[in-house]
């Protein structure tokens, strides 16, 4: 890929929702909603404080984030579909 995301950006692609319920039915794809969870592709160098010193990001690409439904800008890059968010929008990294 070949963006850099500046200051407190992300790039994130979502990853993967199921397409059955645990009853076994099956979503269409047009009835499904867009995952809130995905992988952290690329972050940015940091946000400036008020003295002007970088504060790097806690995130780091290949974290698996929890984000808000709505959270994000969805743009296409190099044929994939990514999310470009701020720190801020993400709720929490998933440990295993």
Known sequence: ???RPLHDRVVV????????????IIIP???AE???????????????DESGKV??????PKDKVLFGKWSGTEVKIDGQELLIMKESDIMGVIEK
């Open 1 to 3: 890929m070949k963006f």
């Open 13 to 24: 692609r979502r990853v993967d929702s199921e397409t059955k319920t645990a009853g076994g």
């Open 29 to 31: 794809d047009t009835a």
């Open 34 to 48: 867009k995952p809130q969870q995905g992988e952290i592709i690329a972050v940015g160098p940091g946000a400036r």
């Open 55 to 60: 504060v790097p990001l806690d995130l780091k």
